[in-house]
């Protein structure tokens, strides 16, 4: 059983950073590919960035290199570093993790990140 905790969200202006983080518990953490994921108001939950267990990562393409994903597995976490942020980046942003990317076994509870002035 693995649970994931997000954390780091809040309140920044446009153009701002934030670096969010995923701690998960259990010691296979570190064999599963993570995912995040954000839902805005209204709207579906989109896939942002995807890290596997070996480190290979994937970006949505809407994202145009403004975030940054990666692992500590020495700390079962990964985090997602969030560049020139935008009020259309307002959501609840979630990981996931599971063995196979798309196949997520477990989701996280989400952080609110809000973009405005």
């Known amino acids: 059983q693995v649970q994931l905790v997000e954390s780091g969200g809040g309140l920044v202006q446009p153009g701002g950073s934030l670096r969010l983080s995923c701690a998960a518990s259990g010691s296979i953490f570190g064999s599963y590919t993570v995912g995040w994921y954000r839902q805005a108001p209204g709207k579906q939950r989109e896939w942002v960035a995807a890290?596997?267990?070996?480190?290979?990562?994937n970006y949505a393409d809407f994202l145009k290199g403004r975030f940054s994903i990666s692992r500590a597995n020495d700390k079962n976490t990964v985090y997602l570093q969030m560049h020139s942020l935008k009020p259309e980046d307002t959501a609840v942003y979630y990981c996931s993790a599971g063995r196979v990317f798309g196949s997520w076994n477990y989701w996280g509870q989400g952080t609110q990140v809000t973009v405005s002035s």
């Open positions: 890290i596997t267990s070996g480190g290979s990562t």
